[in-house]
Each structure stands twice: as C-alpha cells, then as structure tokens.
C-alpha cells in the first residue's frame, strides 16, 4: 500500500505542476490586440524562463509519476504471482 499512496502523491504533485503552467500560460497570452494597451508588461524573457522552469518541473514530476507507477505494477505482478 506504500507504494499506492507514492503514487497518489506524485499524480497529485504533477496536477499542481500543470495547473501552475496552465495558469502562467493564460497570462502569457496576450489578452490586448495591442500589447501596448496593457497595463501591466511583463517581460517576454522573465516570462520565457518562469515557463521553461515550469516545464521542468512538470517533466521532473511525470518521470517520478513512471517510475513509482513501474513500482507499483511490479509489485502487482509479483503479488498475483504469488497469491497469499
């Protein structure tokens, strides 16, 4: 059961991952025609980079998210393979 409750942890920490860049995405896009009409500009490179380090973190998740699933299925195999 350890190995299940990784598992929800690591599916829970990469929902929060894309959320955060589904959210930095929407601001990103611009919501004026004309940027310039825009109160606030944030610079496109600052912005760039928030999205970049968002995006590894989300790969850094979903690798975590294979490998405890790859644990979790082992586990299962060897579980039916050997009933108690």
Excluded: K, W
């Amino acid at each position: 059961m350890a190995l299940a409750g990784r598992t929800c942890d690591q599916v829970t920490e990469l929902i929060e991952a894309i959320n955060a860049y589904l959210a930095l995405e929407c601001f990103v896009q611009p919501e004026y025609a004309d940027e310039a009409q825009a109160r606030v500009q944030p610079s496109r490179a600052l912005l760039t980079s928030l999205l970049r380090a968002i995006n590894l973190e989300v790969q850094r998740r979903l690798a975590a998210l294979a490998e405890i699933t790859a644990l979790l299925q082992a586990q299962v195999t060897i579980d039916a393979a050997h009933p108690r």
